[in-house]
């Protein structure tokens, strides 16, 4: 399954915290809900994309903000970026070399055109004529093999390899990532800006899975793959094919952008954008302000600020679901593989199960956001309407069930002081790790621990705090290294456009970070992109059965979908919250000064 926020196809990223940034301490009576009552979203209150009767003016800047109370890493790659908020920084220097439509599937409208071979397993990319490098060199073949190269070298210290099948799945590429193979045969240069690529097996997400960046070979040269991600071309002064280019940055900060006077697709209509860091709990000031012109908005502040007057809501389902996790094992980073510790305290699923029926998420999603999430069942989201499984009940809020399950398993409270025993009769603490990010973030994570006391299963936060976006993500295994006191953890995942779920729950995902492992499982995901499933009513099947298998074996309790809203400022054109449809060269501002809440 991948993840981006903007023409990312191919990569399974982590989402900077879309639960717990998205609340607010304020919303905790009332409700104004924004949903009709099938649960969807209200369009009439907020379309798709901003419009405007007056035309863009020729150039002008615009601010972004990046709705996050942590630094963003500056890990300005794709290849090598791991959070939603390096991400959101690149999406104005990197380029997918593919468009996609509206079902997020790849086009020849982009930097690239294709063709799939007759036999389903090779695909061909021809780089358009005139494409170039914000430095001014040609976008090659050369500069489509090289993030292969990169990213299945065994000194790539990067988390892209593992969790994409497609990847994986090409010819040699085997024996070029386990070094017995100095080149990937399956990557044929037919000519200057044409290459093919063979695969071993027909793969039904190719043309939502298949890895869809270029890597600046000639920029590269002379750093070693070990050090890639640190250097400088990747810290301080990335390069793209986009239509900005970065002119400054100011760590974990901000990042000035302008023109790329090399676009193939035109002069952009901005001469600048400014991104900066806008902490969540300022975000509706600094839109009212006008010192942000476009803000993902949390959802949790979208009560007494209904009828805006100087900004625009604009909204999707996303492709996202927050979750309840547990850890079941850890990463063997020798092999490569998750490693299952059949004495870890989250091995029996009667518990895990138990765990998911304390929670009341569909009180939680109408309290703390006001309508713009609502429940999940299954961690294949609703987004992905033709794999989705409606018949998953999921863990609707049953504490008396989840008590049942408990007693079944042994669990009793011996010492009565409230909190029930494992079944050898030990005493059970788990730790609870979540991360900061508002005002509420504190009292959700509360809620988990009181809801989870109802029932007798006695949970502390970990460290008796919650942990900022990058430490949580390090402690919970983004890096290989999982950390032992980690019991139970609240997270979320952008899954991208492709609903292969592999890159996240297979054993050799390092994004497994319940470090699950189940023969069924794999054998289920293999399944999902075999030839057979290029019938996808049989691929819905085997997804269906999958959906079932992790709704019984509960690794992790699925707890929300969500809808993204951004906070758009009345002077900004072209901009649309539908990443298939989103050309940054076409976003302008139709005023030098951005409208304020006051004029």
């Given at each position: ?10 990569s399974?990223t ?74 959101e ?33 090779s695909?061909t ?12 060199q ?38 070029y990532?386990a070094?017995?193979?100095?080149t ?33 070979k ?35 900060e901000s ?26 709990q ?7 302000n ?8 949390p ?22 679901y927050?979750?309840?996790g ?44 006001q ?26 809020f049953?504490p008396?069930?989840?008590k ?63 942990q900022?976006?990058?430490t ?23 899954t ?66 969500q ?37």
């Amino acid at each position: 399954m991948n993840k981006k926020k903007s023409f990312t196809l191919a990569s399974i990223t982590l989402s900077a915290g879309l639960l717990l940034a998205a609340c607010n301490s304020s919303t905790t009576g009332g409700n104004t809900s924004v949903t009709g009552k099938d649960g969807k979203l209200d369009t009439s209150k907020f379309p798709i994309m901003v419009s405007s009767n007056k035309a863009p003016i020729k150039g002008g800047t615009l601010n972004y903000g990046l709705i996050s109370d942590t630094p963003f890493q500056g890990t300005l790659s794709e290849e090598f970026e791991s959070g939603a908020p390096d991400q959101e920084v690149l999406q104005f220097v990197e380029e997918s070399i593919f468009s996609t439509n509206k079902n997020y599937e790849i086009t020849n409208d982009g930097a690239c055109t294709f063709t799939i071979g007759s036999d389903n397993k090779s695909i061909t990319i021809k780089v358009k004529d005139g494409v170039k490098w914000s430095d001014g060199q040609p976008l090659t073949a050369d500069d489509i093999i090289f993030p292969y190269e990169v990213m299945g070298s065994k000194d790539y210290n990067g988390v892209r390899y593992g969790d994409n099948t497609i990847t994986q799945d090409i010819v040699g590429m085997a024996a070029y990532h386990a070094g017995k193979a100095k080149t990937i045969s399956g990557l044929q240069k037919i000519d200057d800006k044409t290459v093919k690529i063979s695969f071993n097996h027909v793969n039904p997400g190719l043309l939502t899975g298949i890895w869809s960046y270029a890597m600046p070979k000639h920029y590269f040269k002379g750093v070693p793959i070990s050090k890639m991600a640190t250097s400088d071309q990747v810290r301080k002064k990335p390069i793209g094919f986009g239509p900005f280019e970065v002119s400054k940055i100011v760590p974990g900060e901000s990042v000035e952008f302008t023109a790329n006077p090399n676009y193939y697709k035109g002069k952009p209509l901005l001469n600048k954008v400014i991104l900066k860091v806008v902490n969540p709990q300022v975000v509706v000031k600094s839109l009212q302000n006008g010192d942000i012109d476009i803000a993902e908005f949390p959802s949790s502040s979208y009560k007494g600020n209904e009828n805006p007057k100087n900004y625009k809501y604009i909204a999707r389902l996303n492709y996202a679901y927050s979750y309840i996790g547990f850890k079941l094992g850890h990463w063997d980073a020798k092999n490569n593989v998750a490693v299952a510790d059949p004495n870890s305290p989250m091995a029996n699923k009667s518990l895990r199960q138990a765990l998911g029926y304390a929670l009341d998420m569909k009180t939680i999603s109408q309290k703390f956001y006001q309508g713009l999430s609502f429940p999940a069942n299954s961690i294949i989201p609703s987004f992905f309407s033709r794999y989705h499984d409606d018949n998953i009940k999921g863990y609707t809020f049953d504490p008396e069930k989840a008590k049942k399950l408990l007693d079944a398993a042994g669990y009793k409270d011996i010492d009565k002081d409230g909190y029930r025993e494992d079944p050898k009769g030990h005493k059970l603490v788990l730790n609870f790790a979540g991360m900061s990010g508002s005002k509420v973030a504190e009292p959700l994570a509360q809620y988990y621990i009181q809801a989870w006391k109802a029932i007798g299963i006695h949970v502390q936060l970990l460290d008796g705090r919650l942990q900022e976006f990058n430490t949580f993500y390090d402690r919970v295994g983004d890096t290989g290294k999982d950390d032992p006191k980690i019991n139970i953890y609240a997270g979320s995942w952008l899954t991208g456009t492709d609903p292969d779920p592999s890159g996240l729950y297979s054993k050799t995902s390092l994004f497994n970070f319940p470090r699950f492992v189940n023969n069924e499982n794999e054998k289920l995901l293999q399944e999902g992109i075999s030839a057979k499933a290029m019938d996808p009513n049989y691929r819905k099947q085997v997804y269906d059965q999958w959906q079932q298998l992790m709704f019984d074996q509960a690794p992790v309790i699925p707890t929300l979908y969500q809808y993204q809203v951004y906070g758009v400022n009345n002077r900004v054109t072209g901009y649309t919250a539908d990443t298939a449809s989103l050309w940054w060269y076409k976003v302008g501002v139709t005023s030098d000064k951005p409208a304020t809440a006051n004029n």
